[in-house]
């Protein structure tokens, strides 16, 4: 009996300390989300400046879902470059090369987002 306790109390531990497959996990700090934002800004237009990442999650689906909100500046000639904030959603299957922007929206830092 004593055994069958400590296989099951680092069974539940070991269980505890697993993400759940399939839960956004946070990512904001990582070069793989700072890739992903780049590569987001780039397909929204080339107008749009990549500036900086403020949060990002990870998601492990049939690849990766990558959820972000970031910083981009819009460049038009003749006027003042405008910073807006996007929020971003990239889809990833590495092994196929697959990458694509599933979905944006941008909106004026001081304006709520249109979605």
């Known amino acids: 009996m004593n055994y069958f306790a400590v296989l099951l109390f680092f069974g539940l531990a070991?269980?505890?300390?697993?993400?759940i497959v399939g839960a956004p996990e946070d990512a904001t700090y990582t070069d793989e989300v700072t890739r992903m934002a780049k590569f987001a800004v780039g397909e929204i237009g080339s107008e749009y400046a990549f500036v900086?990442?403020?949060s990002g999650t990870r998601q492990l689906v049939n690849g990766l879902l990558y959820n972000i909100e970031?910083?981009?500046?819009?460049?038009?000639k003749g006027?003042?470059?405008?910073?807006?904030?996007?929020k971003v959603i990239v889809y990833e299957v590495a092994h196929e090369g697959y990458?694509?922007?599933?979905?944006?929206?941008?909106?004026?830092n001081n304006k709520p987002p249109r979605l």
């Open 14 to 19: 070991a269980i505890a300390t697993c993400q």
């Open 52 to 54: 900086k990442v403020i």
């Open 70 to 76: 970031l910083v981009a500046k819009r460049i038009i």
């Open 79 to 86: 006027q003042k470059n405008k910073r807006r904030r996007c």
């Open 99 to 108: 990458l694509e922007l599933e979905e944006f929206h941008c909106h004026f």
